[in-house]
């Protein structure tokens, strides 16, 4: 099956087909979930706080992400696979945002990347999309500018937030964007926004009416100990399963129930039993033997 286009990701909107969209970060997930047939994968900066533990997506580099979408596109063969811009990647200026952008895509194997922004980051896409990288927005909370927003709070709440939240849609959208995530935005606002523009909206906490949702795989395995955010919903417990079937492992091998001759391969009795005999005449302490 030919891998998913950026202009099919259109025609889902165009026919009124919901789009389905998870994070994957690793060979084994991204094989499992493209063989499920999740057309998108994205390759998202929440790496650095479900894959490295670190308490807000800061700290990941371009590295990081290349590294992480070489070992998706390993494993997803259908998928569109989206490499996210990490923060400090797309700041600093158009040309370096380009730099940043074409590393991904050249080193990753990418077919698309995503970065955090409206208005201000939308002379960027025009720019990349003009260097023929197709390009993914994201607006509403963005999590790399928490410190700015004070924590992980729902935007687009007051007049003046809708507004500029409009206004960074339309920009992205005139920039050439193929998909736009809203994250954390009122249900209402992702309706109104979903109608006005001819982009698909992917949400994540921006209700049911988004044309499409994006999800953090650990939220909705149930793999990431320590919260679960109120816009995810939980669809299996892997943590669970993963701590039983260890503490099971754990007790097997302790009370030797694990592993057995089953799991080890046989070898010729006459061999062992010669090597057994030659070792019986060797003196423990390594020496020719004799008496001096
Ligand atoms: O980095 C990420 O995983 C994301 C999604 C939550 C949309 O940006």
């Known amino acids: 099956m030919a891998r998913v ?14 789009i389905p969209m998870l994070t994957a970060y690793d060979y084994p997930t991204a094989s499992i979930l493209d ?16 894959i490295q533990g670190n308490d807000s997506t800061l700290p990941v580099t371009v590295d990081d992400i290349i590294y992480h979408t070489r070992a998706v596109l390993r494993g997803a063969k259908h998928a569109l696979v989206i490499a996210d811009m990490p923060f400090g990647s797309f700041q600093v200026s158009h040309e370096e945002t380009l730099r940043n952008a074409a590393r991904l895509m050249k080193e990753s194997g990418a077919q698309a990347v ?3 922004g409206g208005v201000r980051v939308a002379a960027s896409v025009r720019a990349m999309v003009d260097a023929g990288i197709p390009v993914m927005g994201h ?39 193929f998909a736009i995530v809203l994250e954390l935005v009122p ?13 698909p909206t992917i949400g994540i906490g921006a209700g049911p009416y988004c044309d499409g949702e994006v999800q953090v795989i650990h939220d909705v395995m149930g793999l990431f ?6 816009h995810t ?14 503490e099971q492992y754990i007790s097997e091998v302790r009370d030797r129930s694990f592993p057995t001759e089953a799991q080890s391969a046989p070898i010729d009795a006459r061999i062992v ?10 003196p423990a302490d390594g020496s020719e033997g004799g008496e001096g």
């Open 139 to 177: 607006v509403g909370l963005t999590p790399q500018s928490v410190n700015v927003f004070g924590g992980f709070k729902v935007q687009g709440k007051t007049e003046a937030s809708a507004r500029a939240l409009l206004a960074d849609v339309a920009a992205l959208e005139q920039a050439g964007v």
């Open 35 to 50: 063989s499920a047939g999740v057309p998108l994968l994205l390759v998202g900066d929440t790496l650095g706080m479900v």
């Open 273 to 282: 039993e010669r090597l057994r005999r030659e070792s019986a005449d060797q």
């Open 225 to 230: 100990p320590d919260f679960t955010p109120r």
């Open 5 to 18: 286009t950026p202009d099919q990701i259109r025609q889902m909107k165009v026919r009124g087909e919901r």
């Open 233 to 246: 919903k939980r669809y299996a417990d892997l943590g669970a399963a993963m701590r039983a079937g260890v």
């Open 187 to 199: 249900a209402e606002l992702s309706r109104l926004i979903t109608e006005r523009t001819s982009v």
């Open 114 to 116: 995503k970065l955090e």
